[in-house]
C-alpha cells in the first residue's frame, strides 16, 4: 500500500483508474476522447492510462453513449470489469435503456446466474457555467432503480477508495464526479471504502446535516461557524446514495433531534425525499422540529452566472435552513 500523499479529486480518480488497471488485466476503459492521442479526457481524468496500458484497455469511442454502456455491459458477462465514462451525467439520458433495462436487471432476470460489473463514471454540477444540457444532478432516478448503486463522493480519499471498490463490486454502479470541486486537494490513503457505508465527518449534538458531494464542505463551513456560537451540528457524507446508510443517518437523527438533508439536485422529488421520510416513520418521538430539506430550484440549470449562483443550495443558504432548525422546539 503507496503512503498517504496530497492531491486533488480528479488526480486521485485518475490513480484508482490506473491501480486497478494494474491489478487486474481485465479491467477496460470506454469513453469519448479518453486515450492520450485526445489529450486523456475533457478534464484529464485518464491521461496517461492508454499509454501505459495501450488504446485496446483504454479504448476511445464515438459519440455514442448507448454504445458505450452497450459495449461495457457486454464485455462484463464474458469476465472484464468495464469503467465507462459518459461524459457528462445529462448524457446518461442517451443510455437509459442500456443502464435501466440491461444493467440493472440482468442478474435479476437471470435468477443471478450472471452479474454486471460495471462501473459508469460521469461528471456533472453547477459553478462553471456549463449549461442546462451539462450541469445536472440526476442520481434519483438511477437511486429509484433496483439493481444499481449510485457513489458520490466529496474529497479526494472518497474518490479513490470508493471508485477501487466500485470497480470491484458485482453489480452496476454509477460514480458521480462532481466538477466544482475537481481540483480541491486532500489527502489519499489508497485504500478501498466499503460501499453503502455513511462517515460522520462531523459530531454534533444539536442539528444533524447529511448531504453528498458538494454539500458536505459546505455543512462544514456552516457547522464550524455555528460553534462559534454555542451550537453543535453534526455533518454526516452520505457517500452512497444508493443503498443509503440508514442506520448511520437515523442513530445521529436520534441524538440531535433534528435534521436537514441537502443535495446539489433539485429538491422536488429528490433523494432527500426518501431520506426525510424514513426520519419521519423511524424517529418521529425523538424530532425537536420538522425534518427539513434543502436542494436546487425546480428548473433548467441557469447558463448566466448570477442565477447559477442563486440555484443550488450553498453554506449561506444551509446555514439560514440550520439556523431555523436550531430554533425550533
Not at 169 to 185: A, C, K, Q
Not at 235 to 256: C, F, G, H, M, Y
Not at 275 to 303: D, K, M, N, Q, Y
Request: aromatic share 6%; glycine share 10%.
Amino acid at each position: 500500500m503507496s503512503a498517504p500523499a496530497k492531491m486533488t479529486m480528479i488526480d486521485a480518480i485518475n490513480r484508482a483508474l490506473h491501480d486497478a488497471m494494474e491489478e487486474n488485466g481485465k479491467t477496460l476503459l470506454l469513453g469519448e476522447d479518453i486515450a492520450d492521442p485526445e489529450d486523456g479526457g475533457v478534464f484529464g481524468a485518464t491521461k496517461g492510462l492508454s499509454t501505459r496500458f495501450g488504446e485496446d484497455r483504454v479504448k476511445s469511442t464515438p459519440i455514442a453513449e448507448q454504445a458505450i454502456v452497450g459495449a461495457a455491459i457486454g464485455a462484463s458477462l464474458v469476465g472484464y470489469r468495464p469503467i465507462a465514462e459518459v461524459m457528462l451525467m445529462n448524457f446518461t439520458t442517451v443510455a437509459m435503456d442500456m443502464l435501466v433495462n440491461h444493467a440493472a436487471k440482468l442478474r435479476f432476470m437471470s435468477g443471478g446466474q450472471t452479474n454486471v460489473p460495471i462501473v459508469v463514471r460521469t461528471m456533472t454540477g453547477c459553478g462553471l457555467s456549463l449549461g442546462g444540457q451539462h450541469s445536472d444532478f440526476v442520481e434519483a432516478w438511477f437511486a429509484h432503480t433496483a439493481g444499481i448503486k449510485v457513489v458520490i463522493p466529496s474529497n479526494p480519499n472518497d474518490a479513490y477508495g470508493l471508485l477501487r471498490a466500485a470497480i470491484e463490486d458485482e453489480d452496476p454502479v454509477i460514480f458521480v464526479e462532481t466538477l466544482s470541486i475537481y481540483w480541491t486537494p486532500g489527502e489519499v490513503t489508497f485504500e478501498p471504502i466499503e460501499l453503502g457505508k455513511a462517515k460522520v465527518v462531523r459530531e454534533g449534538t444539536d442539528l444533524t446535516i447529511v448531504g453528498y458531494g458538494q454539500m458536505v464542505p459546505h455543512a462544514l463551513t456552516v457547522a464550524g461557524k455555528f460553534e462559534a456560537e454555542g451550537k453543535s451540528i453534526e455533518v454526516i457524507d452520505l457517500r452512497t446514495v444508493a443503498p443509503w446508510d440508514r442506520e448511520t443517518v437515523l442513530a445521529s437523527v436520534r441524538k440531535t433531534g433534528r435534521a436537514l438533508i441537502v443535495h446539489e439536485a433539485v429538491k422536488e422529488h429528490g433523494v432527500g425525499a426518501e431520506i426525510a421520510a424514513t426520519i419521519g416513520e423511524e424517529c418521529f418521538g425523538a424530532l425537536r422540529a420538522p425534518v427539513a430539506r434543502l436542494g436546487a430550484a425546480f428548473c433548467a440549470v441557469p447558463f448566466s452566472k448570477p442565477l447559477e449562483n442563486a440555484f443550488a443550495p450553498t453554506a449561506e443558504s444551509i446555514g439560514a435552513a440550520a439556523a431555523r432548525l436550531l430554533g425550533a422546539n
